[in-house]
């Protein structure tokens, strides 16, 4: 069981920026994030596999948010630019812990999830 803690959400005001973390306990083969605004579904936001730091992202997110990952740390970060009301939500950190051909479904592991929150 890998174990997913993330940190570094938030109050900012549209047009900042704000850089979120997440530690796993264990290696893992992609990481990615996730959110969810109340009374939505959780949408996927970006994610990065680890042998290769290969990305993708939502088009919501592309241009503005960058996804990261320290392989030595077993940490993955997503840079969050030039954010909008309407990127408010709980941002959840997740984890493969081997190759899948998805890269927004299949996670075997999820964290508790920070609240990131844009004001207008």
């Known amino acids: 069981q890998v174990q997913l803690v993330e940190s570094g959400g938030g109050l900012v005001q549209a047009g900042g920026s704000l850089r979120l973390s997440c530690a796993a306990s264990?290696?893992?083969?992609?990481m990615g994030w996730f959110r969810q605004a109340p009374g939505k579904e959780r949408q996927f936001v970006a994610a990065i596999r680890g042998p290769t730091s290969s990305t993708y992202y939502a088009n919501s997110v592309k241009g503005r948010f960058t996804i990261s990952r320290d392989n030595a740390k077993n940490t993955v970060h997503l840079q969050m630019n030039s954010l909008k009301p309407e990127d408010t939500a709980v941002y959840y950190c997740a984890a493969q812990q081997s190759y899948r051909t998805s890269w927004d479904g299949e996670y075997d592991y999820w964290g508790q999830g920070t609240q990131v929150t844009v004001s207008s």
């Open positions: 264990a290696r893992t083969f992609t």
